[in-house]
């Protein structure tokens, strides 16, 4: 019985092929969209779970609420080392710190050029890292590694850059900035599990200490170390948070702060690792984080992305169904019971969907190259194959198998033997309606799908074209690399500024795009009245070059040996500390008393995720990291080939470090880029799915009405009134599909744009555009067989069984 059920599926398949390839196709698609989905959620939500100790694991962070609430990822250098002695659950403390700013070494292999780098992913580290965090070594001895000074753990791939295939253990690498000698005590594997802790390097916490002095080193207020926590067996995160706060009012009464300010201001919540990745955006992250919104959405494009797949194999089951009526009759009259007429048509819904999902991992192999490009993944192929996704697979096969096809199984085994001998269809049975009901449900999610991106594609345009209030063009930035360059910095700036095609250079500590430091600032005389603002350090070019328009006062003019310390407001650190007229009052920051100048209009030097924070600039091109570089002209290479060679001039042995401003002002939205196209996709795969069926099903009811068609043809009627007349009412369906998803689709999209503090607005020409693009969809795909049918010769319809 089991080998006939078989035999006569694939007769069908191989009888009904337009039906059996649309049915496979959609499947395929489908499972091949969600697969890539499902890895791609599971790996969001596998971040740090690798980690053995992973539940004990916690990250201390810390959280200021007296004037403008701000939670920071980074905290005091002694307050994990503290807390360990005052609360019995803590069992090690493990702590990073990045160095600042971005490290510069340097190789020189015996009779070899040096080899010179800039490594941006670094940090300097406990050696109970070690143990914590899983470190696994390849070369040396994992207990020692970090424990001596100037000892410098690598990665595989940073120890095969400098040192090829030699053996690393014991050679020496140059820190160009700070001219120190590290040497290479172990190689590390990289993590086999996605994990927020990304670094190439590490040097041991000891070398740091050796040149910091104590008062930074034991300094509570400065948040600068990333600071974790291991728990002991058997103790809970609420029972050390239980005992944090009277831990707070010890560790920071050594300020000078009473009980009542600590409690009422300072907040030490402790954050489990396996958080960070996807709900942790505080301040001075490791690096930039997910979010789980993205999983939600992802999960919900997967789910409704088979759902559309299965609806297409309902309704093409269904409606293939009545060409099938008189097989049914008869295995009725032969005795067959509706038990095994459900599992005859359930096998068959296993096989379409086992050759649908045989295909769709062909189309995923295929996928997986474009879709790591498209997410900023690594997704492979290997993945499918654990056990654990066999079972997952499985499962998933099976389930989609008996979503799709059991209703049609139940259908057709319910035709009344009589009528079905007799090949009596109805076009008003209940399963018409319900076929209709699916048909609005998949181009309901295609509309839902279509207008979100028209809305996430206006959002990314916006940060693109949104004046900042700040000129972003034509700017380079090149980095002042070591000492040798920061001591040279002012020839250096005179000797880039004799390029005809370079119209201005100004120094500056920060870029526009990465995180500003904070600080205290307060009026001198009012300590009391300290607030925290974000600081950037320049010289008197910078405001012009960036063109940023003065609000009052003036700019900084070129200072001397004898002018006082400088101050520039933007708008909002005048409102913050509540001046009317700033212009000529003297503040106090970082020890020194300066004067503001001036006052400067508002510049969005983060992204547009947040409103413009209040910002000091100070007159100080001492501390600049960076020249700005403002170009003319098109020859940007040789430009670049210009500032290169004066630096190999000036400060040989350099590094030329360059980025230009606006490409690094775009890649602060790469995020929200990377989901907005792959959203892209997979609206167009849902719209294509919902099309698929669309297809199948206009060409069925094209088939059933042939006769109709014929009559109609030899009455008089039109080619073009025919073709109205065969898709009007998949069209009717259509426009019921787009009003009852315009809501939904606005509210979610509308819940969406709140993540921003410029949101765009959604504007009435969405839905227009929207219902314009799925009704054009909607009449190509349904056109072709209604201008078939309606071309058919009437003779030719009217024979037609």
Same mark, same amino acid.
């Given at each position: 019985?089991?080998?006939?059920?078989?035999?006569?599926?694939?007769?069908?398949?191989?009888?009904?092929?337009?039906?059996?390839?649309?049915?496979?196709?959609?499947?395929?698609?489908?499972?091949?969209?969600?697969?890539?989905?499902?890895?791609?959620?599971? +790996?969001?939500?596998?971040?740090?779970?690798? /980690?053995?100790?992973?539940?004990?694991?916690?990250?201390?962070?810390?959280?200021?609420?007296?004037?403008?609430?701000?939670?920071?990822?980074?905290?005091?250098?002694?307050? @994990?080392?503290?807390?360990?002695?005052?609360?019995?659950?803590?069992?090690?403390?493990?702590? =990073?710190?990045?160095?600042?700013?971005?490290?510069?070494?340097?190789?020189?292999?015996?009779?070899?050029?040096?080899?010179?780098?800039?490594?941006?992913?670094?940090?300097?580290?406990?050696?109970?890292?070690?143990?914590?965090?899983?470190?696994?070594?390849?070369?040396?001895?994992?207990?020692?590694?970090?424990?001596?000074?100037?000892?410098?753990?690598?990665?595989?791939?940073?120890?095969?850059?400098?040192? @090829?295939?030699?053996?690393?253990?014991?050679?020496?690498?140059?820190?160009?900035?700070?001219?120190?000698?590290?040497?290479?005590? %172990?190689?590390?594997?990289?993590?086999? /599990?996605?994990?927020?802790?990304?670094?190439?390097?590490?040097?041991?916490?000891?070398?740091?200490?050796?040149?910091?002095?104590?008062?930074?080193?034991? #300094?509570?207020?400065?948040?600068?170390?990333?600071?974790?926590?291991?728990?002991?067996?058997?103790?809970?995160?609420?029972?050390?948070?239980?005992?944090?706060? +009277?831990?707070?009012?010890? =560790?920071?009464?050594?300020?000078?702060?009473?009980?009542?300010?600590?409690?009422?201001?300072?907040?030490?919540?402790?954050?489990?690792?396996?958080?960070?990745?996807?709900?942790?955006?505080?301040?001075?992250?490791?690096?930039?984080?997910?979010?789980?919104?993205?999983?939600?959405?992802?999960?919900?494009?997967?789910?409704?992305?088979?759902?559309?797949?299965?609806?297409?194999?309902?309704?093409?089951?269904?409606?293939?169904?009545?060409?099938?009526?008189?097989?049914? @009759?008869?295995?009725?009259?032969?005795?067959?019971?509706? %038990?095994?007429?459900?599992?005859?048509?359930?096998?068959?819904?296993?096989?379409?969907?086992?050759?649908?999902?045989?295909?769709?991992?062909?189309? /995923?192999?295929?996928?997986?190259?474009?879709? #790591?490009?498209?997410?900023?993944?690594?997704?492979?192929? +290997?993945?499918?194959?654990?056990?654990?996704?066999?079972?997952?697979?499985?499962?998933?096969? %099976?389930?989609?198998?008996?979503?799709?096809?059991?209703?049609?199984?139940?259908?057709?085994?319910?035709?009344?033997?009589?009528?079905?001998?007799?090949?009596?269809?109805?076009?008003?049975?209940?399963?018409?309606?319900?076929?209709?009901?699916?048909?609005?449900?998949?181009?309901?999610?295609?509309?839902?799908?279509?207008?979100?991106?028209?809305?996430?594609?206006?959002?990314?345009?916006?940060?693109?074209?949104?004046?900042?209030?700040?000129?972003?063009?034509?700017?380079?930035?090149?980095?002042?690399?070591?000492?040798?360059?920061?001591?040279?910095?002012?020839?250096?700036?005179?000797?880039?500024?004799?390029?005809?095609?370079?119209?201005?250079?100004?120094?500056?500590?920060?870029?526009?795009?990465?995180?500003?430091?904070?600080?205290?600032?307060?009026?001198?005389?009012?300590?009391?009245?300290?607030?925290?603002?974000?600081?950037?350090?320049?010289?008197?070019?910078?405001?012009?070059?960036?063109? $940023? @328009?003065?609000?009052?006062?003036?700019?900084?003019?070129?200072?001397? +040996?004898?002018?006082?310390?400088?101050?520039?407001?933007?708008?909002?650190?005048?409102?913050?500390?509540?001046?009317?007229?700033?212009?000529?009052?003297?503040? $106090?920051?970082?020890?020194?008393?300066?004067?503001?100048?001036?006052?400067?209009?508002? =510049?969005?030097?983060?992204?547009?995720?947040?409103?413009?924070?209040?910002?000091?600039? $100070?007159?100080?091109? %001492?501390?600049?990291?960076? =020249?700005?570089?403002?170009?003319?002209?098109?020859?940007?290479?040789?430009?670049?080939?210009?500032?290169?060679?004066?630096?190999?001039?000036?400060?040989?042995?350099?590094?030329?470090?360059?980025?230009?401003?606006?490409?690094?002002?775009?890649?602060?939205?790469?995020?929200?880029?990377?989901?907005?196209?792959?959203?892209?996709?997979?609206?167009?795969?849902?719209?294509?799915?919902?099309?698929?069926?669309?297809?199948?099903?206009?060409?069925?009811?094209?088939?059933?009405?042939?006769?109709?068609?014929?009559?109609?043809?030899?009455?008089?009627?039109?080619?073009?009134?025919?073709?109205?007349?065969?898709?009007?009412?998949?069209?009717?369906?259509?426009?019921?599909?787009?009003?009852?998803?315009?809501?939904?689709?606005?509210?979610?999209?509308?819940?969406?744009?709140?993540?921003?503090?410029?949101?765009?607005?959604?504007?009435?020409?969405?839905?227009?555009?929207?219902?314009?693009?799925?009704?054009?969809?909607?009449?190509?795909?349904?056109?072709?067989?209604?201008?078939?049918?309606?071309?058919?010769?009437?003779?030719?319809?009217?024979?037609?069984?």
């Amino acid at each position: 019985m089991l080998s006939n059920y078989f035999t006569i599926a694939w007769r069908n398949v191989l009888r009904y092929k337009l039906n059996s390839t649309l049915t496979i196709t959609g499947l395929a698609l489908g499972l091949a969209c969600s697969l890539l989905i499902i890895l791609h959620v599971r +790996e969001e939500l596998t971040y740090d779970n690798g /980690f053995s100790k992973a539940d004990r694991i916690f990250r201390i962070t810390s959280e200021n609420i007296d004037k403008k609430s701000r939670q920071w990822a980074a905290t005091s250098p002694i307050l @994990g080392v503290e807390m360990q002695k005052a609360i019995p659950a803590v069992q090690t403390v493990a702590r =990073f710190h990045r160095p600042y700013p971005d490290r510069v070494f340097s190789y020189a292999p015996s009779g070899g050029a040096p080899k010179l780098f800039e490594e941006k992913s670094g940090y300097y580290a406990d050696s109970t890292v070690v143990d914590v965090f899983d470190l696994s070594f390849v070369k040396g001895d994992p207990r020692t590694a970090l424990k001596q000074i100037d000892a410098i753990v690598l990665t595989e791939a940073m120890a095969t850059k400098y040192f @090829g295939n030699e053996d690393p253990l014991g050679k020496r690498i140059q820190d160009d900035l700070d001219k120190r000698l590290l040497t290479v005590t %172990g190689v590390i594997k990289p993590y086999s /599990f996605p994990t927020h802790l990304q670094f190439d390097y590490l040097i041991s916490m000891s070398t740091f200490y050796s040149y910091t002095d104590k008062n930074t080193l034991e #300094n509570r207020g400065w948040a600068g170390f990333y600071n974790y926590v291991l728990l002991n067996n058997g103790a809970s995160r609420s029972d050390v948070e239980a005992r944090i706060p +009277e831990f707070m009012v010890k =560790f920071y009464e050594a300020k000078g702060e009473t009980r009542k300010e600590i409690l009422a201001t300072r907040r030490t919540p402790i954050q489990p690792i396996t958080d960070i990745h996807l709900h942790s955006k505080l301040e001075k992250e490791m690096g930039p984080n997910s979010d789980i919104t993205y999983v939600y959405v992802f999960s919900i494009a997967a789910l409704f992305i088979l759902l559309l797949a299965s609806v297409n194999f309902i309704n093409m089951a269904t409606a293939q169904a009545f060409n099938r009526m008189k097989e049914v @009759g008869v295995r009725k009259a032969l005795g067959a019971r509706k %038990g095994q007429l459900i599992r005859q048509f359930l096998g068959e819904s296993f096989i379409l969907t086992l050759a649908a999902a045989l295909v769709a991992f062909g189309l /995923f192999r295929l996928a997986i190259p474009f879709y #790591n490009e498209l997410a900023a993944k690594t997704l492979r192929f +290997e993945q499918l194959l654990t056990a654990s996704n066999t079972v997952l697979l499985v499962l998933l096969i %099976g389930l989609i198998s008996l979503i799709a096809g059991f209703y049609p199984a139940l259908f057709i085994s319910n035709f009344d033997p009589v009528n079905a001998l007799k090949g009596k269809k109805s076009q008003f049975s209940s399963v018409t309606l319900i076929r209709k009901g699916l048909i609005v449900f998949q181009f309901s999610v295609s509309v839902f799908m279509i207008f979100s991106t028209i809305v996430v594609y206006r959002q990314m345009k916006f940060f693109q074209t949104k004046d900042l209030g700040f000129d972003q063009d034509q700017v380079i930035a090149v980095k002042l690399y070591g000492r040798d360059m920061w001591n040279k910095a002012d020839v250096i700036q005179q000797e880039f500024q004799k390029n005809s095609a370079i119209t201005n250079v100004a120094r500056i500590s920060t870029l526009p795009g990465d995180r500003f430091g904070t600080d205290m600032l307060a009026l001198l005389g009012k300590p009391d009245d300290a607030t925290q603002l974000r600081f950037m350090w320049a010289d008197e070019h910078t405001l012009p070059l960036l063109q $940023v @328009g003065m609000k009052a006062g003036r700019n900084f003019v070129r200072k001397t +040996e004898n002018a006082h310390f400088s101050l520039i407001l933007n708008e909002a650190a005048a409102k913050a500390l509540k001046l009317d007229s700033p212009i000529g009052q003297k503040a $106090v920051s970082l020890g020194d008393t300066g004067e503001i100048v001036g006052i400067v209009r508002d =510049f969005h030097f983060a992204s547009l995720h947040t409103t413009v924070d209040p910002l000091v600039i $100070v007159q100080h091109p %001492g501390q600049a990291n960076y =020249f700005l570089l403002k170009t003319k002209g098109n020859n940007l290479a040789e430009t670049l080939q210009f500032a290169q060679s004066t630096l190999a001039r000036l400060s040989p042995g350099s590094l030329f470090i360059y980025t230009f401003l606006d490409e690094k002002m775009a890649r602060l939205y790469d995020s929200e880029k990377r989901v907005g196209n792959i959203l892209n996709v997979f609206a167009l795969f849902a719209i294509l799915i919902s099309c698929l069926g669309l297809f199948g099903l206009s060409a069925y009811a094209a088939q059933i009405r042939t006769k109709e068609v014929g009559i109609r043809k030899v009455l008089g009627a039109t080619v073009a009134g025919l073709i109205v007349l065969l898709s009007g009412d998949f069209l009717r369906l259509v426009l019921i599909a787009i009003v009852l998803a315009f809501p939904l689709a606005w509210w979610a999209t509308s819940r969406w744009l709140q993540n921003f503090a410029y949101p765009t607005s959604i504007e009435w020409w969405m839905f227009a555009l929207t219902s314009l693009v799925t009704s054009a969809v909607a009449v190509l795909t349904i056109s072709f067989q209604s201008i078939r049918a309606a071309l058919m010769n009437p003779v030719k319809s009217l024979r037609s069984e």
